[in-house]
């Protein structure tokens, strides 16, 4: 069974502060990987997508890669109030017959206190 | 306005009874997904298609049945036979679900909560 894990939190920030959520993988061939933020009560948003080790930016967003450790993280600088939600790492695996589906952590809760 | 929607909201299912979620997307998306998710746990996946007229079973797809006679629908019909139902339920598409990076991303509606009476 691949597998993806995520530390279950809460995880607590003080506002401003950067917040640093981790994912381990268990599929080594794994090709695509994802971040996802889900506010309570309501369903996934994409907010960052990494192929290829090292890091990539966007906004107050940092996704990193590491495949060979398979490990990939998201920093949130500048954490608000608002990044207070449940953060969901979601790794691809074949399924078969040239087809790829998504395999999620259970989420890491993330609380910036203001 | 491009998305994906769902209906109902809110569900509520009386024992014994078969009931079909919603889901329809405007993002001209080949594939779809259907995932279940309980309190404390990831998204299961349910059902795949990755055309219309054909679907793949997830990795929790006994007590579940779907069809794709649309390329912008993909119903989702909880039977009896689903012993235990009530979960929050998120239907999702993407470009295609072959390999090709951004392909792969997974847009989701805004879900169902189903509850058993």
């Known amino acids: 069974q691949k597998e993806v894990e995520q530390n279950s939190g809460p995880l607590s920030v003080p506002e401003g502060a950067i917040a640093s959520l981790n994912c381990t993988y268990s599929?080594?061939?794994?090709?695509?990987f994802f971040w996802y933020r889900q506010y309570s009560g309501k369903s996934p948003e994409l907010i960052m997508s990494?192929?290829?080790?090292g890091d990539k930016e966007d906004g107050r967003f940092t996704a990193q890669l590491n495949k060979a450790s398979q490990y990939v993280s998201l920093l949130i600088r500048d954490s608000q109030p608002s990044d207070s939600a449940t953060y969901l790492c979601a790794v691809t695996r074949y399924s078969g017959a040239g087809s790829y589906q998504l395999t999620f952590g259970k989420g890491t809760k993330l609380s910036v206190i203001p | 306005d491009g998305g994906i929607t769902q209906s109902p909201k809110y569900l509520f299912r009386k024992e014994g009874q078969n009931v079909t979620l919603s889901c329809e997307q405007n993002l001209n998306h080949d594939a779809m997904y259907w995932y279940r998710q309980d309190p404390g746990q990831g998204l299961r996946l349910i059902y795949y298609s990755q055309i219309v007229n054909d679907f793949q079973k997830g990795d929790i797809a006994e007590g579940y049945s779907v069809s794709r006679e649309k390329k912008e629908s993909f119903p989702l019909t909880v039977t009896s036979a689903q012993k235990n139902p009530t979960a929050f339920y998120l239907c999702?598409?993407?470009?295609?679900?072959?390999?090709?990076?951004?392909?792969?991303?997974?847009?989701f509606g805004p879900g169902t909560r189903l509850t058993v009476l």
């Open positions: 599929d080594r061939v794994s090709q695509s």
């Open positions: 990494i192929y290829s080790n």
């Open positions: 999702a598409s993407s470009r295609t679900s072959g390999r090709g990076s951004s392909y792969n991303e997974q847009f």
